[in-house]
Antibody
Framework: QVQLQESGPEQVKPSATLSLICTVS????????WSWIRQPPGKGLEWIGY???????RYNPSLKSRASISLDTSKNQLSLKVTSVTAADTAVYYC???????????WGQGALVPVSS | DIVMTQSPDSLAVSLGERATINCKSS????????????LAWYQQKPGQPPKLLIY???TRESGVPDRFSGSGSGTDFTLTISSLQAEDVAVYHC?????????FGQGTKVEIK
């Protein structure tokens, strides 16, 4: 049973960098695509980007190059960094395993990250 | 970006009745090379992450009850719950996975009448 668990700060200040980790259990992160997706409170889902275990990454241009995703195969984790955050980045952040064809087959429970001073 | 528009935003259906959710994409998500529609549906219950229900527009994920069905092609798609159960109360999202950035609809909230 594949399980994903996000972890990160309880709050981030405006203009700072948001950092999240997703720990994967039940399977290796190698051989798959992994994504970060976010959902502002009461709103819809927004794709942030994805990474393949080979290192290939793609990001949503809407984040204007502020996002970066990486893998740590030794810890079976993926991470997300979003720089220069504003209140608009307040959201529940989900990590998910992506199939080769682009749908998400497994999701983490999500981590709410408020951006506030 | 491909814009996904769902209708209605919310609907209330009696237990045992049919619920129908529509999803329209701003461009066709039918890939001619394999004749597959790159459209998925998810169910999201309060306080939970989305759960995959359907991919390729009409293929049910393993373990999903057969009262859930997907149909449509090109730009117009439908998710149907044939006989609404209490546990189906949730927000339903469509997602296109042909063009990056992959995009979701705004969600449709299904409640019991």
């Amino acid at each position: 049973q594949v399980q994903l668990q996000e972890s990160g700060p309880e709050q981030v200040k405006p203009s700072a960098t948001l950092s999240l980790i997703c720990t994967v259990s039940g399977d290796s992160i190698t051989g798959y695509y992994w994504s970060w997706i976010r959902q502002p409170p009461g709103k819809g889902l927004e794709w942030i980007g994805y990474i393949h275990y080979s290192g290939t990454t793609r990001y949503n241009p809407s984040l204007k190059s502020r996002a970066s995703i990486s893998l740590d195969t030794s810890k079976n984790q993926l991470s997300l960094k979003v720089t220069s955050v504003t209140a608009a980045d307040t959201a529940v952040y989900y990590c998910a395993r992506l199939t080769d064809h682009g749908w998400c087959s497994y999701w983490g429970q999500g981590a709410l990250v408020p951006v506030s001073s | 970006d491909i814009v996904m528009t769902q209708s209605p935003d919310s609907l209330a259906v009696s237990l045992g009745e049919r619920a129908t959710i529509n999803c329209k994409s701003s461009q066709s998500v039918l890939y001619n090379s394999n004749n597959k529609n790159y459209l998925a549906w998810y169910q999201q219950k309060p306080g939970q992450p989305p759960k995959l229900l359907i991919y390729w527009a009409s293929t049910r994920e393993s373990g999903v009850p057969d009262r859930f069905s997907g149909s449509g092609s090109g730009t117009d798609f439908t998710l149907t719950i044939s006989s609404l159960q209490a546990e189906d109360v949730a927000v339903y999202h469509c997602q296109q996975h042909l063009f990056f950035p992959y995009t979701f609809g705004q969600g449709t909230k299904v409640e019991i009448k």
